[in-house]
């Protein structure tokens, strides 16, 4: 089996202090292919820096929306002309995890930030990760007016909310949809994911956050020591979530795992 683990936090803690075992671990369960988008400038270099030191395993570079709560935007844009030196390595896919969050005041700056590196991802041609809490219409409307066709079949909405309008753009401009360990335990995505055309579905784990049923109360009801040996989550598990989905869409497990790698390889441009 080989499955694709299209967005995974190997570079902030508690995973980067162990990245070596999680990824032979994730090999050992199947997860042959990992991407470790960026948040800031600091764990973007580290992304770029682990997935130099192992076949397979690939980064984007990006600012995520948070960032703004801890530094000034010229700052972040200071940083943004830096990563711009590593946009043309071999191991750097992506531009990401941009995008905009409601729950964050400062919506202004954040669509500010969520330009500019949209503009870099058109002008070094890179997929981009988007990160969106409940901002869908407004990066609807921030990414058809910025639209460049090399953007078909070259976005993912990260841990996708299960929104009909996205869902209804995605379909529109063949952008793909990635489905997280929350998938085990929410029923409004189980329900979502059904509607979602097979050619659309990445998975990812979202690591070390989002930890799939039936790890997420198995923890919930442990000693710390105990919690320890599964938590945080990691690429490993990404197996719970493929064979969840397997069940729900009640598929065959060898054609499904084959599809969702393939749409994986396009996302990146990695075939």
């Not at 981009?128 to 079949?153: A, C, T, Y």
């Not at 909310?161 to 489905?179: C, Q, R, T």
């Amino acid at each position: 089996m080989k499955l694709f683990d299209t967005h995974c936090h190997l570079n902030i803690p508690p995973l980067k202090e162990i990245y070596n075992e999680v990824i032979e671990n994730a090999q050992k369960n199947g997860v042959k292919y990992i991407v470790i988008p960026g948040t800031n400038f600091e764990d973007s270099l580290t992304a770029l820096e682990i997935s130099n030191k192992f076949e397979n395993i690939y980064c984007a570079l990006g600012f995520h929306p948070n960032e703004l709560i801890k530094r000034d935007l010229r700052e972040i844009i200071l940083d943004l002309n830096e990563i711009k030196k590593y946009l043309e390595e071999k191991k750097v896919i992506a531009v990401g995890e941009i995008g905009l969050d409601k729950k964050r005041s400062n919506l202004k700056l954040q669509k500010e930030l969520f330009l500019l590196q949209i503009k870099l991802a058109k002008e070094y041609k890179k997929p981009l990760i988007i990160h969106n809490r409940e901002m869908g219409e407004e990066i609807i409307k921030v990414l058809k007016k910025e639209w460049d066709e090399f953007f078909r079949g070259k976005i993912v909405f990260h841990c996708t909310e299960p929104d009909e309008k996205i869902l209804k753009f995605a379909k529109e401009k063949n952008i793909y949809l990635g489905f997280d360990g929350d998938l085990t335990y929410r029923e409004d995505k189980q329900n979502f994911v059904k509607k979602v055309p097979l050619n659309l579905i990445v998975l990812e784990t979202d690591s070390p956050f989002l930890l799939p049923e039936p790890l997420k109360t198995f923890v919930k009801h442990q000693t710390h020591t105990e919690e320890i040996r599964f938590y945080p989550n990691k690429p490993e598990n990404l197996i719970i979530i493929f064979n969840f989905l397997a069940n729900l869409l009640k598929m065959n497990r060898d054609l499904l795992t084959e599809k969702l790698f393939e749409n994986s390889l396009k996302l990146f441009g990695l075939r």
